[in-house]
């Protein structure tokens, strides 16, 4: 019984600390049918690196949650992208700015994907410490929205050993081009970065080595 306890305390961990300043906040339900085909979408898509200061609708950042990483089926096994094993390694945070999203404080958000809410882990305007930590890109500080999306690579190895590294990667990029479609598909644009310094990144979300920073993606108005 020892040797399985451990390691499942030791995942707990970093959601425990978490916890202990996490305030949940529940979200609309997502929508599955659109005004735009997937091929109007695929081909208007383009990436953005200017944004209007133009709060998004909390509807808005639910939908673009649920196109990342949301849960698509009824038993909650299946989510909007493909995981090795489904193991599910990654983790999205969102940095919402002042009259970022309505109805949201400034601050760090973390997504649950199976009760389909966000719980915020730190108050206050995050965005330019973003933007200092990713070569100070100044221009992502625009956007209402920042998406950081993180990988725990231990979820994945466990099982597929080294090769679950290369696993995780490949999830991350299932999930930046769903946020890309899915903002273009509500009438908002999305940037990509991955010129950043992961320890920073870290230390603007608050949380702990155990996540490691895999793209930054901020969204809003063209």
């Not at 949940?24 to 735009?36: A, H, N, R, S, V």
Request: hydrophobic share 40%; proline share 5%.
């Amino acid at each position: 019984m020892k040797s399985l306890f451990i390691p499942f305390i030791t995942f707990l961990l970093p959601f425990a600390a978490l916890a202990q300043t996490r305030t949940d906040i529940g979200l609309p339900k997502p929508f599955f049918t659109g005004e735009k085909s997937v091929e109007e979408t695929i081909a208007a898509r383009r990436t953005m690196r200017h944004f209007k200061s133009k709060e998004l609708s909390l509807g808005q950042l639910s939908q673009l949650l649920w196109a990342a990483y949301g849960v698509t089926s009824r038993d909650g096994l299946y989510r909007s992208v493909p995981s090795a094993g489904a193991l599910y390694p990654l983790d999205i945070w969102i940095a919402i700015g002042e009259k970022g999203v309505e109805g949201l404080k400034a601050g760090i958000y973390h997504y649950i994907p199976g009760a389909h809410k966000i719980s915020q882990i730190r108050k206050g305007e995050v965005r330019l410490e973003i933007t200092r930590a990713s070569l100070f890109q100044n221009w992502m500080a625009e956007a209402p929205v920042i998406f950081i999306v993180t990988g725990e690579y231990e979820r994945c190895t466990r099982k597929y050993g080294e090769r679950g590294i290369s696993y995780t990667y490949i999830e991350a990029g299932h999930v930046g081009q769903n946020i890309f479609l899915q903002a273009e598909a509500l009438g908002l644009s999305a940037g990509i970065v991955g010129a950043f310094h992961n320890d920073l990144v870290r230390q603007a979300l608050g949380i702990g080595k155990v996540y490691d920073p895999m793209l930054i993606m901020p969204v809003g108005y063209k």
